[in-house]
Nanobody, 123 residues
Framework: VQLQASGGGLVQPGGSLRLSCTITGGSPDFWPIGWLRQAPGKEREGVSCIAANDGSTYYADSVKGRFTISRDNARNTVYLQMNSLKPEDTAVYYC?????????????????WGQGTQVTVSS
């Protein structure tokens, strides 16, 4: 199983980015897929997750109303649309997956991880 994250970059405050996570191998159609982030000097935290069974979603309070997660099972890809970005959103963003069930919130709940993609919000 491989997860490939992309779409990070440098953006000004208030700007937008869309991250993509493409999964190869396994049965990602049935897996919850999430985005997590780690800022310098901070612990990794869950940002968002989307379930496979009912499409339910989880968002951290800090991103509610600004970030939207979606999935395209035909392309084995999950997206994170990030709007109204703030400097405190600066972090390395990771996508991760687990093998069954509903949404995940904590990093310890994921079985598979991709490499990170850097998001920097700065003027």
């Amino acid at each position: 199983v491989q997860l490939q994250a992309s779409g990070g970059g440098l953006v000004q405050p208030g700007g937008s980015l869309r991250l993509s996570c493409t999964i190869t191998g396994g049965s990602p159609d049935f897996w919850p897929i999430g985005w997590l982030r780690q800022a310098p000097g901070k612990e990794r935290e869950g940002v968002s997750c989307i379930a496979a069974n009912d499409g339910s979603t989880y968002y951290a309070d800090s991103v509610k109303g600004r970030f939207t997660i979606s999935r395209d099972n035909a392309r084995n890809t999950v997206y994170l649309q990030m709007n109204s970005l703030k400097p405190e959103d600066t972090a390395v963003y990771y996508c991760a997956a687990d093998r069954y069930g509903s949404t995940r919130t904590a990093p310890s709940e994921y079985a598979y991880w991709g490499q990170g993609t850097q998001v920097t919000v700065s003027s």
